[in-house]
């Protein structure tokens, strides 16, 4: 079963030249930069790029209508209208609405406002300071430990069952769409709307269209049939969970550069094969996480269990893999307890024993 390495793995970057905002941006006259945001934000650093946006770290130094104060750091995602099709035009549409819809959860990115020019449409959001799960995994060392991914995904879980109760499906999770708000890592959160799915009210349950990262579709997706989208969020969640435990992408990875062979390979693992969960980490792995794996990664979609399903599961998970670590720790002690035991006991014999052969010694004297 082949599977690739997150460690190191390649930033999803732009052609050379970067991304038609960066490019527009530069060739712009200075007076034209960013006219619409330079009143009201100051530009600090890029922090990504993609195909048709870059994301800015910027500092509010202006009134806008938005609430948030003066001196916020924020994340603005800026747009060149150049070159923007239908379907970008449609993606940032639904990025947009989604965001407003979910300002109320504290679990959701914070949407603070969208500002435009005749260039650029720039949408201001929180800033992730944390970085995402693929810079993570990719920077550290080890794998996470399994409570650490265990927290990583319940909080992706609770984000999605947010999403799902508004018919709303992400349809793109993966490591570059997971971040921690803060610097501590304590926060996760999704990014990144554009291909979700919005079912209206007594609307068709399946979707037809195929989209998302290959390396993260379920197997509906790269066959080409209607599936119910949220059962596609589960399926990527547990390539999610996988790499976390494994810094491994369960089905290997592939993008159109790399060619049809290689998209095909992977397609056929994705729709034949199981992912590995024996030797090296897995072997450290609680076979009751294993068995939340295998339902995710299920090849039927409504064997899945649903984000609210998979909460449930890893509570239950938890919840064992405490009282398993209270219960080793009783019996250290009743063992260590039982050693003082002897230890005492046969010390007191020890001294007895010398002091009765004293006297019987002094006694013959």
């Not at 530069?26 to 100051?42: C, K, Q, V």
């Not at 923007?84 to 914070?110: H, I, P, Y």
């Not at 265990?150 to 799902?164: G, P, Q």
């Not at 007594?202 to 509906?220: E, K, N, V």
Request: charged share 25%; net charge neutral.
């Amino acid at each position: 079963m082949a599977a690739s390495s997150v460690r190191g793995a390649p930033r999803s970057m732009p052609p050379t030249g970067g991304s038609p905002a960066r490019r527009s941006a530069a060739g712009s006259s200075p007076g034209a930069r960013f006219r619409a945001l330079r009143r009201h934000y100051t530009v600090l650093e890029t922090l990504s790029e993609g195909g048709n946006s870059t994301v800015y770290r910027a500092i509010r130094c202006g009134s806008t209508d938005s609430a948030s104060g003066l001196g916020e750091e924020v994340a603005i995602k800026v747009v060149a209208k150049t070159g923007m099709n239908e379907g970008a035009r449609v993606a940032l549409a639904r990025e947009v609405v989604v965001l407003r819809q979910l300002a109320s959860e504290s679990t959701s990115l914070r949407y603070n406002e969208v500002l435009e020019d005749s260039l650029y449409v720039y949408v201001v959001m929180e800033l992730m300071a944390g970085g995402d799960l693929l810079g993570v995994l990719s920077h550290a060392r080890t794998a996470f430990s399994t409570p650490d991914a265990l927290r990583v995904v319940r909080d992706i879980c609770t984000s999605l069952a947010a999403l799902h109760d508004r018919g709303i499906a992400h349809r793109d999770i993966k490591l570059e769409n997971v971040m921690f708000a803060d610097h501590d890592r304590t926060v996760v959160k999704l990014i990144d709307f554009g291909l979700c799915h919005r079912r209206r009210p007594g609307g068709d349950l399946l979707a037809r269209q195929p989209c998302g990262t290959a390396a993260y579709s379920p197997p509906q997706i790269v066959m080409r049939v209607p599936y119910v989208p949220e059962e596609g969020d589960s399926w990527s969640v547990g390539v999610v969970l996988y790499a976390l435990l494994s810094r491994r992408l369960p089905f290997g990875s592939a993008s159109p550069a790399d060619g049809g062979h290689a998209m095909e390979a992977l397609g056929r693992r994705i729709v034949d094969s199981s992912p590995t969960l024996h030797g090296g980490v897995w072997d450290q792995v609680p076979f009751a996480v294993k068995d939340l794996l295998s339902a995710l990664l299920s090849k039927n979609g409504s064997d899945r269990p649903s984000a609210r399903e998979a909460i449930e599961m890893i509570d239950d998970i938890v919840a064992n893999l405490a009282e398993d670590d209270e219960a080793g720790r009783d019996a250290d002690e009743l063992i260590l307890g039982a050693q003082a035991v002897v230890q005492s006991l046969t010390g007191s014999r020890r001294g007895t024993s010398g002091r009765s052969s004293g006297t019987a010694r002094r006694c013959s004297r």
